[in-house]
């Protein structure tokens, strides 16, 4: 089981946002190459960059902080998400050393773009669900689709899909806990691997996730919590490693 840091940036800083509100913002550090090092010292085998401005925007902003930090560590995998809208930009980040781009709401909107991806870049596509009593949420969790979460993992595991990261909306940057239910609801409806995101808080969530890692959940995303200290990180991804074997 990964844990998995999180990074996500806003205005070239390291930030976090409260279910996804770009007004209720944190600072967290002005020099987010710094922070993917403090990470990587703690014992990170992967990190999850966000493009905060890039997901409102549809277009890439933060992409000169995610290819200083993808040049600082080359062999780790780095996977990115935020205003990933098009081929193009997909190619730039592969070629830039990132190893996984995370298509959220286009994925959605458009699945067929996913199915073009997956048969161009095969291996390095994985898409984000983002949901609230089920329901898939799009355009920086602002809307609520009717699309249900799990018809939609499917449909993406078809198409070739790395895989899923699921986030419980209701949940993140709360710090009230994982929704260990609905995310191992999910990992047993498909067979790609799962990571769970959003309300890993304490080491009590990282014993909760690790207890249904075999119904195919890989990793866990945190985010506030490593960095308020509610989690130490280091000690996070010791106690995964003793819980699931690796």
């Not at 002005?30 to 922070?35: A, L, M, Q, R, Y």
């Not at 995998?77 to 592969?94: K, S």
């Not at 959605?108 to 596509?125: K, M, Q, R, Y």
């Not at 899909?161 to 209701?170: H, K, Q």
């Amino acid at each position: 089981m990964l844990l998995i840091p999180a990074i996500d940036l806003k205005d070239g800083k390291c930030v976090r946002l409260r279910q996804g509100k770009m007004d209720d913002v944190t600072v967290f550090s002005d020099n987010p190459v710094e922070v993917a090092q403090r990470w990587v010292d703690a014992g990170a085998r992967r990190l999850h960059l966000v493009d905060l401005n890039g997901a409102f925007e549809g277009r890439p902003v933060n992409a000169e902080v995610i290819h200083a930090i993808c040049e600082r560590f080359p062999d780790l995998p780095v996977q990115v998400g935020g205003g990933i809208r098009d081929e193009d930009t997909v190619q730039t980040y592969l070629d830039a050393g990132v190893q996984y781009v995370i298509i959220g709401t286009k994925a959605v909107n458009a699945p067929h773009f996913v199915n073009d991806l997956c048969l161009e870049f095969p291996g390095h596509i994985i898409v984000g669900l983002d949901a609230r009593n089920g329901k898939v949420a799009i355009d920086g969790w602002s809307k609520l689709s009717n699309h249900d979460v799990i018809d939609m993992a499917r449909h993406f595991e078809r198409d070739g899909v790395e895989a899923i990261i699921f986030t419980d909306i209701s949940r993140d940057g709360m710090m009230q806990g994982l929704n260990v239910e609905s995310t191992a609801e999910l990992a047993r409806a498909i067979n790609i691997p799962v990571i769970a995101s959003g309300g890993i808080t304490t080491l009590d969530d990282v014993r909760a996730i690790c207890a249904v890692a075999e119904e195919g959940i890989i990793g866990a995303i945190t985010g506030r919590a490593i960095y308020e200290g509610t989690l130490d990180f280091a000690e996070g991804q010791r106690l995964a490693d003793e819980l699931t074997g690796d």
